[in-house]
């Protein structure tokens, strides 16, 4: 498979790290987000939306949208399986990823931070500040919901790794970069240091990928 | 079932439209977002999130999340199925409904409206023009996507409605909410107008929900 990311895009970071659990060899084209290349013909021509990832298999046209590459991947590579079998646990494991995916992830992308920039006259702290307040509140809901539920485990849902796990380690790392504290969180942080003892996680690390700053993960 | 919503709750549009045409009989609980029944205990114990819809079943815990909610539905209400069977299909379908779910909804909620009011000081006009924003760009990924590509048919993908249908009316709904000029995406028109004529969908309609304003939709 071919893989178009970036080391500091967190959607990215889940499809890559779905890929190594899975065991799926892949080659991966780095579009580089700081040098606006998602938005030069050699990337639109793959995703017209010009964002990361996109994930291309084989002849088939491009996958788009790393919920639905990791949903893809999961169906097309059932080993290790990255959903339960119950549709009520599912719902639960995709809910959990959705609260990163859909309510905290899409504010702080680097499309929204310049439109805030243009638009309201918005500085670079305030607007770091603005990310750090969105990536918190989803921190918030993630340990509400992981503190209480007596399923969580190991991992975000049991003690099977899931797509829950894989947004959550992406969460993580998206509050470091943005120096979130995420001290109040002990569950967050015990599952994030139980996902990164996965090499196939800790290789498809942000940090771990070429073009990332040297500095501990 | 179960459902706690509000009429215009587009999220909450998105789940009775699939309970209605799956033919799951339910009864819905209004949460008024407008008066911030969302952060009342009578909510926050049944989400703590805060956010809307949540679907109790039989005597399960909530489910929250709608992509999840949707999902859950057609697990565990195959007829008629709301996605393909082929992998690559449902990873069309999956990735449709989340530009819609993902990449716009979450920017133009009400949380959303009232930081940009309370941190910038944006007043409501100019908020507006934040959510015409992202509407019309998710409206532009999807017209680019549905246009050129021909597995496109009377719905999204091919003839047969799917959770990106259900989306997709769903982000009409806002962009006609919020005045978004909708003329030039004319593949967006016509799978809404497909969608809009099936009972099930147009029942489940904002517009037709108590409450809403009496007005065209």
């Known amino acids: 498979m071919k893989l178009y990311g970036f080391w500091r895009s967190l959607a990215a970071f889940r499809v890559r790290a779905a890929l190594n659990i899975k ?5 991966e084209t780095t579009v580089d987000l700081t040098k606006g290349e998602q938005f030069a013909d050699s990337y639109t021509s793959v995703n017209p939306q010009s964002v990361l990832p996109a994930l291309i298999d084989g002849d088939g046209p491009p996958l788009f949208q790393s919920m639905a590459i990791l949903e893809y991947i999961d169906e097309t590579h059932p080993q290790p399986p990255l959903l339960p079998k119950a549709p009520r646990d599912r719902a639960r494991v995709r809910a959990l990823a959705l609260i990163i995916v859909a309510d905290a992830h899409p504010l702080v992308i680097p499309r929204i931070r310049n439109y805030l920039g243009k638009a309201y006259d918005v500085d670079e702290r305030t607007r770091e500040d603005w990310c750090r307040h969105w990536i918190a509140q989803a921190c918030n809901a993630l340990e509400a919901n992981l503190a209480s539920d007596p399923r969580t485990g190991k991992f975000c849902h049991g003690d099977m790794l899931t797509l829950a796990d894989i947004c959550l380690v992406g969460h993580m790392a998206g509050a470091k970069l943005f120096e979130v504290d995420v001290k109040p969180y002990p569950t967050f942080n015990r599952i994030n240091d139980s996902c ?13 990928q ?6 501990a993960a």
């Not at 290789?203 to 771990?208: D, I, K, R, S, Y």
């Open 210 to 215: 070429p073009g990332a700053p040297k500095r």
């Open 196 to 208: 990164m003892k996965i090499e196939g996680i800790a290789h498809a690390h942000p940090l771990n």
């Open 23 to 27: 065991g799926v060899p892949f080659e």
